[in-house]
């Protein structure tokens, strides 16, 4: 998907009280660029974000106590595109089964989010170039981040605007 396909898509779905999770081991290279994204976008107020690391279960709690109406985690995703590419992935695109012996699937993560809070989740997946052990995030991960997170203060500026005005 385009950087204007992601942005168009966020101002129709960054609607009301959002949330956004970041995902991602910063161990791993580019497995930890939804925690880059949150990094970036906690400088905005207005913005309400969680940093659930490597472990978005136990995060429920805080995601859901925010009352959201849409819930965006964003974390790498093998897309089968080249790196830094982007896509917007819903629950039932994931595999729904069990992550592994001690952690629930991001699709089950996403399911009782909605189940028990009414908002709309979905996943935006960046491809990774490069996920061993390491810091740092590849050049063209680290340009896509820095795009989605223009594209998410735009949407979500844009909502909270009118507030503003009152």
């Keep these: 998907m385009t950087m204007s396909g992601i942005h168009s898509l966020l101002l129709r779905r960054l609607r009301g009280n959002a949330v956004i999770v970041g995902i991602g081991n910063p161990n791993c290279r580019d497995d930890g660029i939804g925690r880059t994204v949150i990094e970036k976008l906690n400088r905005s107020s207005h913005i309400k974000v969680i940093d659930a690391g490597d472990s978005p279960e136990m995060f429920l709690d805080r995601i859901v106590e925010n009352s959201p109406d849409v819930v965006m985690f964003v974390d790498c995703a093998d897309l089968g595109s080249k790196p830094?590419?982007?896509?917007?992935?819903?629950?039932?695109?994931?595999?729904?089964?069990?992550?592994?012996?001690?952690?629930?699937s991001l699709s089950a993560i996403m399911t009782f989010v909605t189940e028990i809070s009414g908002a709309d989740t979905f996943l935006l997946g960046i491809q990774p170039e490069d996920i061993s052990a390491g810091s740092g995030i590849?050049?063209?991960?680290?340009?896509?981040?820095?795009?989605?997170?223009?594209?998410?203060?735009?949407?979500?500026?844009?909502?909270?605007?009118?507030?503003r005005g009152k």
Excluded: M
């Design 84 to 104: 830094g590419s982007a896509a917007v992935i819903e629950p039932k695109q994931l595999n729904p089964g069990w992550g592994n012996g001690h952690q629930p």
């Design 138 to 163: 590849s050049p063209a991960v680290s340009q896509t981040a820095e795009h989605i997170v223009e594209c998410i203060r735009s949407a979500t500026f844009e909502k909270e605007a009118p507030a």
